[in-house]
C-alpha cells in the first residue's frame, strides 16, 4: 500500500505544471523511495500552507490503519454534518450518506475532496483535532521536523 501511495504521489506532481520561477506559496519534494535522494525540489524548506500535505498525511494515515486492519477497503463511513459543511473542493456528500474507505481514498487522490478527508479524520481520529495530533505525531516519526 506505501508503495502505492508512493506512485500516486509521483503521478500527481508529473501531472502538475510546475512553474519555472520559484513562488514562495508553492513547494514541491520527490524523493527516491530507496535511496532517499531528492530529485527534484522547489521551497522544499519554506514553510508554507499545508493542505496538499494534510491529503498526503491522511493517505498515508489512511492505508496505515487499512494495513493494520483497522479499515477495510468496503467500510462504510458516515459524512457528519461538519464533514458535509466544508468548503470547496468537495464531493458534494450529505451529512447521513456513506462512503466506502476505497471510494473516499479515491475521491482524496483525484479530487483532493475537503469532505471526504473530513470523514476520514474523524473515522481515524476520532475528531478532526485527534486526528491532527495523529498526523503531527507521524509526521515527527517520519523525520519532518517543521510541520503540524
Known sequence: MFRL???L???TLSLISIPTVTKARYA???IEARSGRILHSINAKTKNYPASLTKIMTLYLT???LKKGKLRPNHPLKVSRVAASRSPSKLGLKAGQRISV???I???IVKSANDVATVLAEK??????RFAKLMTARAKTLGMKNTI
Not at 481515524?124 to 483535532?129: A, K, L, Q, V
Request: aromatic share 4%; no cysteine; hydrophobic share 60%.
Open 102 to 104: 476505497e471510494n473516499a
Open 28 to 30: 514541491s519534494i520527490v
Open 9 to 11: 504521489v509521483l503521478l
Open 63 to 65: 492505508f496505515d490503519a
Open 5 to 7: 501511495l508512493v506512485a
Open 124 to 129: 481515524i481520529g476520532g475528531t478532526e483535532r
Open 106 to 108: 479515491k475521491a482524496l
